[in-house]
């Protein structure tokens, strides 16, 4: 299958993950991965022949939004990528599945032992690694964990060291770029799904929010806030998508830059939206508090603003001149 397709939209996807993913309210982990597995959104990527879709990242992008939108905490952006990194193994074919479940540690917080931290790690069977050499695959149980609750009581980070254990498998330079690539986008679109569904809820609560006779939304500086909101958002999402796309030179474009763009302005859209509700910062009578801690814990597994001076001094060390 290919994106030129005819019967097939990316959006479609979309719209129907929005009923699969309401219809897991009040659902724990193991059923919501069942459910999710059941309805084919973990193998959109993956090979026919594995039992997938074999279908671009383009279509995996809608889905990952609308989780992000209805403030999912599975994380459904790790198990997409790696059920197609892992394809044609035993691990791949389980997560698929649904039968088991996966965590991403990326090298950003490594110190000491540990290897890093997952944003959301406490339910996973596998946990997939990054090192200088590039990604391994681990049984979680033979991982030294340790859960951090202090950006998420309720879903905490967990960190991972895998000091003397021995991986199941490894992925090779090329594999773990693809699926470096891979997550990457997919976590991109994931936060502008937190912030699409926090402005939505902002701009809804505005226009009911009735003070001295108007609505709030009628008033200036409430609109320039969300008019700013939005503009953020759409150029966010929009730099994701293209850099789906080869560049001028048909080379591929980097995926570190969009995820960069994501989280940074990211958090102005979900610390204001916040604001325009009367709250700041973690306020837990406003539920969206969650999408804002699904972005802090994934800013810091990455290094906390570290992707954004990495792209920063990048892009200064290309636009060196030479005298």
């Known amino acids: 299958m290919t994106m030129q397709s005819e019967e097939l939209q990316p959006e479609e996807f979309g719209q129907a993950a929005q009923a699969v993913i309401a219809a897991l309210q009040g659902q724990g982990p193991a059923e919501a991965a069942t459910a999710m597995a059941d309805a084919g959104l973990f193998g959109i990527c993956a090979d026919e022949a594995q039992g ?8 995996a992008m809608p889905v990952v939004r609308v989780a992000g939108q209805m403030q999912l905490s599975y994380p459904l952006p790790e198990q997409m990528a790696a059920s197609k990194a892992l394809q044609g193994t035993e691990a791949g074919g389980q997560l698929l ?24 790690g406490q339910q996973a069977d596998y946990a997939l690694v990054q090192s200088d050499a590039g990604f391994a695959l681990y049984d979680k149980a033979a991982l030294r964990c340790q859960a951090e609750e202090m950006l998420d009581p309720e879903v905490p980070q967990l960190w991972v060291s895998t000091t003397g254990a021995t991986p199941l498998l490894t992925l090779d330079a090329q594999q773990s770029q693809a699926f470096c690539t891979d997550i990457q986008l997919l976590w991109a679109e994931y936060v502008n799904g937190l912030c699409a569904g926090a402005l939505e809820r902002t701009a809804d609560y505005l226009q009911a929010r009735v003070q001295f006779g108007r609505p709030l939304s009628a008033k200036q500086a409430v609109r320039h806030h969300l008019a700013r909101m939005r503009l953020l958002l759409e150029a966010s999402s929009a730099q994701a998508w293209r850099a789906l796309r080869a560049d001028a030179c048909d080379a591929p474009r980097e995926a570190d830059s969009a995820l960069a763009a994501a989280l940074n302005q990211g958090a102005w859209v979900l610390e204001k939206a ?8 973690f306020t837990w009578e406003l539920g969206l508090h969650r999408s804002l801690r699904e972005h802090k814990k994934l800013d810091a597994s990455l290094g906390a603003g570290a992707l954004m001076r990495a792209v920063g001094a990048d892009f200064i060390d290309r636009c060196e001149v030479t005298p």
């Not at 916040?274 to 910062?281: A, D, E, F, K, Q």
Request: glycine residues 20%; hydrophobic residues 50%; charged residues 10%.
């Open 274 to 281: 916040i604001h325009l509700h009367g709250g700041m910062g």
């Open 97 to 120: 599945r649904g039968e088991k479940s996966l965590c991403v540690v990326m090298a950003a917080q490594a110190a000491g032992d540990w290897s890093g931290v997952a944003r959301n």
């Open 52 to 59: 997938g879709l074999g279908l671009p990242l383009a279509f």
